[in-house]
């Protein structure tokens, strides 16, 4: 996508004169190596933007490769998402992968690291490890088994490769520093027993190997140029080196990092967005609410909009957090180019339009886009019973009220100019129906002199389609939601109200997905929930900035 790439940054720049030196003859292959335990969320799309983004700026290719080592958390629904979600943004990689393809090849590599003396069978248990690991201010201890020959590090672990021992028993760890200032060398278990099938390569395997062993290796078999990741693993780039270079491989791909995406009243960790799934505070991985791909799709942002809000955020070493105002603006800019415009009424008033006859119908030609002639028209049912917004009368208007009052004159949508004669009661005294006049001559444009109160939107009561109305608003309370002691209690409990009556014009029911401008509301798209005799819509986005 041409207009993904941000102007330049510093990941460009770096690209930019690789290629002028002839590094790697010139060549520039990237990878976007997300781990299948999980839908993906808005920083993922940060980093699909860059590294496809990158890859076609320079006419090279991007891979798109699962990391799949955990076999207990990975699955095929979550590796079909992610195939489905990287299509949807827009992008095409040039071959797909699976980190478990090269099961036979790392396990080879991990017998010629026990040849080297670089790496060892440790029989001490899990917590006893993390313990001798030190911390920031205090080495580690070397393990009693960091000695072991070569011959007995072969005969283990080759046990181990065969499932002859439960989990746990063992783990092969590489052989570097315990004493090391970075944590990360301080002899990182690199092959853990796990008697667990996985998803893709089956139940052959008993071992599997580490993240942080897999993934350099993943992108030397792959000739990958520049793996491209996020801050959080800058730490783990002298292992990532230390692996390549200890193996002496044909080629060493070059890690770069740049600052994961941060923003606003949102949490953009896949271990935080497991929780409210299972612990229910959403309504799945696809709600509108969630910063998930397919939530973000199913409330009608678009891809378009998505790849947008990444170009203008850029790629820095810098980390900061985004404002949700920035990330409205964006969508809101979107749509406002794109949507086509309906009207529904959300908290219907009913008008009796006391000088047309009951029968009366007529049909309305108004644009689809007020500024976009190329997107047409539509045809707007017109009767002597309407529905009106409950907002669009006052008892008691305040200073220049420009809708409608008793006595007072307003333009509807499109049509004719009407004014308030009447106002009807229930027992309770809520207004529940307006009887008005018409104005015959005022259809679709302005008598000389004559100057109406406003403009209101409106459905035929006769022609309106029912409608359920999501109002989605921020999941969390807090700007920073992870700053809280527990995330969970900045939960907005006010984040979806659900309107029941909602009357929408008959145009206004088109394929799921489906995203207008409600005129005077909002955005809105048509949810998967909706069906022949009942919509739904889900609000994307505030027709205004609020956040001023």
């Given amino acids: 996508m041409s ?69 207990e958390k990975e699955d095929a629904e979550y590796m079909d998402a992610i195939k489905q ?125 580490m993240y942080d062993y897999t993934h350099c290796l993943s992108d030397m078999i792959e000739g990958i140029t520049h793996s ?14 230390w692996v390549l270079d200890a193996l002496e491989t044909p080629c060493h791909p070059q890690q770069i990092e740049f600052s994961r995406l941060n923003l606003e009243y949102t949490v953009l960790s ?51 957090t985004v404002a949700m105002s920035h990330f409205e603006s964006i969508i809101r800019d979107d749509l406002n180019q794109h949507a086509t415009r309906r009207m529904a009424v959300l908290q219907p008033l009913k008008v009796t339009i006391t000088t047309l006859d009951p029968s009366y119908e007529q049909t309305l030609s108004l644009p689809n886009h007020p500024q976009n002639p190329n997107l047409g028209t539509r045809e707007v049912p017109f009767g002597n019973t309407l529905y009106i917004e409950q907002d669009d009368y006052s008892d008691e208007p305040p200073r220049k009220w420009k809708r409608l009052a008793q006595g007072q004159a307003v333009r509807l949508r499109g049509s004719y100019v009407i004014t308030c004669d009447e106002v009807i009661r229930d027992d309770q005294g809520k207004v529940i129906e307006l009887k008005c006049s018409h104005d015959p001559d005022t259809l679709g444009k302005n008598p000389e002199g004559y100057k109406p109160n406003g403009v209101i939107h409106w459905v035929s009561a006769a022609h309106a389609l029912d409608a359920e109305i999501r109002q989605y608003g921020l999941l969390f309370n807090q700007a920073n939601p992870m700053a809280a002691e527990h995330f969970i209690d900045t939960l907005n409990t006010d984040s979806l109200e659900t309107l029941h009556s909602a009357k929408v014009e008959p145009a206004a029911r088109e394929e799921v997905g489906t995203v207008y401008q409600f005129e005077r509301q909002g955005y809105y798209a048509i949810d998967p929930d909706s069906d022949t005799s009942h919509l739904v819509f889900n609000r994307t986005v505030a027709l205004r900035d609020s956040w001023k």
């Fill in 3 to 71: 207009e993904t790439p941000a102007a330049a940054n510093f990941i460009k720049n770096i690209i930019t004169e690789d290629v002028a030196n002839g590094k790697n003859s010139g060549n520039v292959i990237t990878r976007f190596p997300p781990e299948p335990n999980g839908y993906l969320h808005l920083g993922h799309v940060k980093s699909i933007c860059l590294n496809f983004g990158m890859a076609e700026t320079f006419n090279g290719y991007c891979n798109l490769r699962f990391d799949d080592t955990n076999p």
């Fill in 85 to 209: 979600d990287v299509k949807w943004l827009g992008f095409t990689w040039k071959d797909a992968h699976h980190a478990s393809d090269y099961f036979p090849q790392l396990l080879d590599f991990a017998y010629q690291l026990i040849d080297k003396g670089l790496a060892y069978v440790d029989s001490q248990d899990g917590e006893t490890i993390r313990e001798q690991r030190g911390t920031l201010t205090e080495p580690g201890i070397n393990s009693p088994y960091r000695e072991r020959s070569v011959t007995e590090n072969r005969e283990i672990f080759d046990a181990m490769v065969a499932g002859d021992y439960d989990d746990g028993a063992h783990v092969l760890r590489a052989k570097i520093d315990m004493t090391s200032p970075n944590i990360n060398l301080r002899d990182p278990v690199i092959y853990r027993i796990r008697h667990h099938a996985h998803f893709h390569a089956g139940d052959q395997w008993k071992v599997y190997p």
């Fill in 228 to 241: 491209l990741c996020t801050l959080e693993f800058e730490n783990n780039r002298p292992l990532y080196d």
């Fill in 270 to 320: 896949k271990r935080r967005l497991i929780q409210l799934v299972q612990e229910g505070h959403v309504d799945g991985w696809d709600d509108p609410r969630m910063p998930t791909i397919v939530g973000m799709r199913r409330r009608g942002i678009t891809p378009r909009a998505l790849r947008e809000f990444c170009r203008s955020i850029g790629i820095s070493k810098s980390d900061g």
